[in-house]
């Protein structure tokens, strides 16, 4: 593999990730908020932080990790709680 394939690979996967992270954002910050509302009124903001960082890492992960052609993460409604 040269350079520019591996280049073109490399921000393929990246692409990838933020695509994941963009689609796990909304139920992610709806699941944080659902699980943190019990605690009380106060401790929503803090779940919607908490799922907006766990979208954040999905994307992260997902893009380090590379993959395979024309192949994506993404979460499904357990997984992103």
């Known amino acids: 593999?040269?350079?520019?394939?591996?280049?073109?690979?490399?921000?393929?996967?990246?692409?990838?990730?933020?695509?994941?992270?963009?689609?796990?954002?909304?139920?992610?910050?709806?699941?944080?908020?659902?699980?943190?509302a019990p605690l009380g009124g106060s401790f929503g903001p803090h779940g919607a932080v908490a799922g907006i960082l766990g979208a954040t890492a999905l994307g992260l992960i997902a893009s380090s990790f590379g993959g395979t052609d024309r192949l994506i993460a993404a979460p499904c409604a357990p997984r992103t709680a």
């Open 1 to 36: 593999m040269d350079t520019n394939n591996a280049r073109q690979a490399w921000v393929g996967d990246v692409w990838g990730g933020l695509a994941a992270m963009l689609v796990a954002l909304p139920p992610a910050i709806a699941f944080g908020v659902t699980i943190f």
